[in-house]
């Protein structure tokens, strides 16, 4: 795994070990970019699920002006860290080690792009993207990483499905604000 382009172009970073992690893949990271490219730059980066980080470290890379980082396992905050350092992207950086419920009920601050890869399958999903909406700018966009069966409904709250792509067997859906549709 390594970071794509930006001012970390080519580091590689740490990922974390065991069953039940299920890194991005960096096709579908490439993707998911190519996505929100001219969106990144100077936005306010949230990857709530965010495991090794490589996702706001990518952001971070490619100009973003902060990424949040949360975690509810020690080792994902642990590795996010020595990611964040070994890039030299700390200084625009907060790592929570939380889970995703507790940050998003008491969080205040606003997002333009939240990345969501929760557990597959677990109903995780639809919960988190029901619940983020209100961290969410209007102007900003919601990325959402599941199986290609995974049911997701077509809004949450005021966003409302915009794109879906298809990767092998994972699927990448993006929600926008219903007075921002493209």
Known sequence: MRVITGTARGRRLETLE????????????????????????GRRFLDLFAGSGQMGIEAL????????FVDSSKKAVETVKRNLASTKLEQNARVYHTDWQT?????????????????YRTGVLQSALERVTGLMNETGVIIAECPVDEKILPNYAD?????????????????RHKDFIR
Do not use: C, H, N
């Not at 890379?61 to 949040?68: I, K, L, Q």
């Not at 998003?104 to 997002?111: K, N, T």
């Not at 966003?159 to 929600?175: A, H, M, N, P």
């Open 61 to 68: 890379s490619r100009g973003a002006r902060s990424a949040t």
């Open 103 to 119: 940050f998003v009920a008491g969080g205040s601050e606003r997002f333009d792009i939240a990345f969501l890869d929760p557990p």
């Open 18 to 41: 065991g069953e039940d992690v299920r890194p991005t893949t960096d096709r579908v990271k490439e993707a998911v970019f190519s996505v929100i490219q001219f969106e990144t730059e």
């Open 159 to 175: 966003f409302v499905l915009d794109r879906q792509y298809r990767y092998g067997k994972i699927k990448i859906s993006t929600f």
